[in-house]
C-alpha cells in the first residue's frame, strides 16, 4: 500500500499553508507553481481530503488542513532536529539569519560576524529580503533567525522588539521643500511619492494607509524601486519624494536631502528579532550580539553625531 504522506508532501503543504497562495509558496521552495500544484492535489487525493480552499486571492486552509498544519510543522521539526543531531560534530553547526530590505541600520552588517566571536563553532549566513518572506522562510525552517520590520504578520512566532524608526522624507536637494526645517504629509499633496508595493510589506502599508487617511493625504504614488540606490537616484533626480525610516539618512547621495516628517513617529516603522518560539537559547544569543552592536555604532556616532536611537525594550 502507498504512503499517503512523506516529509516532501508535508513540506510543500507546510510551504503553501505560510504562504497563502501556490505562487509565494513556489518561490520560497525554488520551484515553478504548476508541479507544486500537482503536488498539493496528489496529496489531497491520497487523503481523500481538500486540504485549501482555492480561490483568486489565494488559498485559505479547510478544517482537514487545520488538523493537518501543526503535525506537518511538528515532523518537519523533528526532521531537522534528527539531520543535525545525526551530523553531531562533524561539521559546524549552521545558522542562517533573515535580515529585512525595509530598514537600514548601521549594526545589521556587523551581526554575522559577532555571532563568530561568541560561538567560533557556528558557521553563520544571512540574506536579506521583505519582512513576510523572511517569516515564511522562518515558518519553513530555512532561516534559525530574522530580523524583521514590525508591523509584520508573525502569528506563532516569538518576536522581541529592538527599535523603532520614525519616518523622514527624502528629497532632491534643489527641490522647493528642500528649504524647509521640516515637512508635514499635507505638503506631499500633487507631489509624486514613491510607495512600495503592498504585498511587500502588507501589514505596515495597511498602517500608512490609515496614518494617510486620518490626514486627509492621498499621495500621488508611484512604484519604489526595491534597490535602495536607485530609489535614492530618483530622489536626486526629481522623479519623486521617498518616506523613509530616520536610519537611511545614513546614506549620503548627492542631490538628496532630508528633512524630518512632522507626522513621522505616527508612521513609524519598528524592527524586530523573530524566532521561533521554542529557540530561547538562540533568542538569547542573538539579542546579546545585538545589544553588543547596538553599543558599538552608538559609541561610534556619539563624536560627530549624537542622538543614535539604539536598541529598546518594547514596541
Not at 512566532?157 to 528649504?179: E, F, I, N
Request: glycine share 6%; net charge positive.
Amino acid at each position: 500500500m502507498a504512503k499517503r504522506l512523506d516529509s516532501r508532501s508535508l513540506g510543500m503543504f507546510a510551504a503553501v499553508a505560510a504562504a497563502g497562495n501556490f505562487r509565494h509558496a513556489a518561490d520560497t521552495l525554488h520551484m515553478s507553481q504548476p508541479p507544486l500544484s500537482r503536488a498539493i492535489r496528489a496529496l489531497e487525493e491520497r487523503l481523500g481530503v481538500r486540504l485549501f480552499d482555492r480561490d483568486t486571492q489565494g488559498v485559505a486552509l479547510t478544517k482537514a488542513g487545520r488538523k493537518l498544519l501543526p503535525r506537518a510543522q511538528r515532523i518537519l521539526r523533528l526532521i531537522a532536529e534528527a539531520e543535525e543531531a545525526i551530523a553531531g560534530d562533524k561539521d559546524p553547526k549552521r545558522l542562517k539569519i533573515g535580515i529585512t530590505s525595509a530598514i537600514e541600520l548601521n549594526w545589521f552588517s556587523g551581526l554575522a560576524a559577532r555571532i563568530g566571536v561568541e560561538r567560533p563553532a557556528l558557521s553563520v549566513s544571512s540574506v536579506s529580503d521583505t519582512s513576510p518572506r523572511l517569516v515564511r522562510a522562518l515558518r519553513m525552517h530555512k532561516l534559525d533567525a530574522a530580523i524583521i520590520a514590525l508591523p509584520t504578520e508573525v502569528a506563532d512566532l516569538s518576536v522581541t522588539p529592538l527599535d523603532r524608526q520614525p519616518m523622514v522624507v527624502a528629497v532632491s536637494s534643489s527641490h522647493r521643500l528642500a528649504r524647509r526645517r521640516a515637512i508635514a504629509l499635507i505638503d506631499l499633496l500633487g507631489e509624486s511619492v514613491f510607495q512600495f508595493d503592498r504585498a511587500r510589506q502588507p501589514a505596515f502599508f495597511d498602517h500608512c494607509q490609515a496614518v494617510f487617511a486620518r490626514h486627509g493625504v492621498a499621495l500621488n504614488a508611484v512604484p519604489e524601486p526595491a534597490d535602495h540606490h536607485v530609489l535614492l537616484a530618483g530622489v536626486a533626480n526629481g522623479s519623486a519624494l521617498a518616506l523613509l525610516p530616520a536610519s537611511f539618512m545614513s546614506i549620503r547621495r548627492s542631490g538628496v536631502s532630508y528633512r524630518p516628517l512632522k507626522e513621522g513617529e505616527e508612521l513609524s516603522i519598528g524592527v524586530g528579532l523573530a524566532t521561533l518560539s521554542e529557540d530561547a537559547e538562540l533568542r538569547r544569543l542573538l539579542l546579546n550580539c545585538i545589544e553588543h552592536l547596538v553599543r558599538e555604532t552608538s559609541a561610534a556616532a556619539a563624536g560627530p553625531r549624537r542622538g543614535k536611537r539604539g536598541m529598546r525594550g518594547k514596541s
